[in-house]
T-cell receptor, first 121, second 116 residues
Framework: GAVVSQHPSRVICKSGTSVKIECRSLDFQATTMFWYRQFPKQSLMLMAT?????????EQGVEKDKFLINHASLTLSTLTVTSAHPEDSSFYICSASKPGQGGVWRSTEAFFGQGTRLTVV | AQTVTQSQPEMSVQEAETVTLSCTYD???????LFWYKQPPSRQMILVIR??????QNATENRFSVNFQKAAKSFSLKISDSQLGDAAMYFC?????????????FGTGTRLTIIP
C-alpha cells in the first residue's frame, strides 16, 4: 500500500492563534487530497478537496477563510486553521488518492493520514 | 447527492463467531466503488475491502466478505471467525468510479465490540 503522513499528530494552541497541519504522500504523487473533520464518535465529514496548483474546493458550510488549504506540490497539502477557537477543536484527517495502474487516470483507493487531534484552549 | 446509511450504531459478537454489518446507499450512478473502512482506537483509517459495482461477484479478503446487492443498494460486511483485533469503528463508504480522486461519502459508522 501507499503511505500518507500527517503532521503533527497532536497540537494544542491558544484561542486566536493559527495552526498548520501537513499531509504528505510519501511514495506517490497525489494531484488530489482530501481534508476531513471527525467529531467524537461520529463519521468523517469532508471539508474540502485540495487540488495541486489550484484553489481548493470547499464543501457547503465550511468557512474558506478559516480553513485555508494549500496544495503547492504533488506530495504536500496543508490545512491552516486560522484564528482558532475552542469549537474548532476536533480530529482532522487527510487522504490522498493514489493513481491507478497502467496509465489509467482513475484512482482506485484513498490512503489516509494518521490524523491530527487539535485542541484549542 | 449520494448518501450512505449504516443503521447499526453498535454491534457486538463473541470471539470466533461471525457478525454482519449492514450498509445501504443511494445513488443515481451506475458505475461506482463501495468500501468498508476500519478505524481502530488509533483512529488510523484502514481499508478492509472494496467492491466495484460493475462486478457481480462479491469481494472477499480473508475473513472479510461482502454481500453486494446492487438492485437493493445494499452492501453488508461479514466478518468470520471474529478476533479481538477486529474491535473498531467500521465505516461504509461510496465513491463514483469515474474521475480523478473522487471524494468518498461515508456512513455514520458501526462500533464493533468483540466479546472474549
Amino acid at each position: 500500500g501507499a503511505v500518507v503522513s500527517q503532521h503533527p499528530s497532536r497540537v494544542i494552541c491558544k484561542s486566536g492563534t493559527s495552526v498548520k497541519i501537513e499531509c504528505r504522500s510519501l511514495d506517490f504523487q497525489a494531484t488530489t487530497m482530501f481534508w476531513y473533520r471527525q467529531f467524537p464518535k461520529q463519521s468523517l465529514m469532508l471539508m474540502a478537496t485540495s487540488n495541486e496548483g489550484s484553489k481548493a474546493t470547499y464543501e457547503q458550510g465550511v468557512e474558506k477563510d478559516k480553513f485555508l488549504i494549500n496544495h503547492a506540490s504533488l506530495t504536500l497539502s496543508t490545512l491552516t486553521v486560522t484564528s482558532a477557537h475552542p469549537e474548532d477543536s476536533s480530529f482532522y484527517i487527510c487522504s490522498a488518492s493514489k493513481p491507478g495502474q497502467g496509465g489509467v487516470w482513475r484512482s482506485t483507493e484513498a490512503f489516509f493520514g494518521q490524523g491530527t487531534r487539535l485542541t484549542v484552549v | 447527492a449520494q448518501t450512505v446509511t449504516q443503521s447499526q450504531p453498535e454491534m457486538s459478537v463473541q470471539e470466533a463467531e461471525t457478525v454482519t454489518l449492514s450498509c445501504t446507499y443511494d445513488t443515481s450512478e451506475s458505475d461506482y466503488y463501495l468500501f468498508w473502512y476500519k478505524q481502530p482506537p488509533s483512529r488510523q483509517m484502514i481499508l478492509v475491502i472494496r467492491q466495484e459495482a460493475y462486478k457481480q461477484q462479491n469481494a472477499t479478503e480473508n475473513r472479510f466478505s461482502v454481500n453486494f446487492q446492487k438492485a437493493a443498494k445494499s452492501f453488508s460486511l461479514k466478518i468470520s471467525d471474529s478476533q479481538l483485533g477486529d474491535a473498531a469503528m467500521y465505516f461504509c463508504a461510496y465513491r463514483r468510479r469515474t474521475g480523478w480522486g473522487e471524494k468518498l461519502t461515508f456512513g455514520t459508522g458501526t462500533r464493533l465490540t468483540i466479546i472474549p
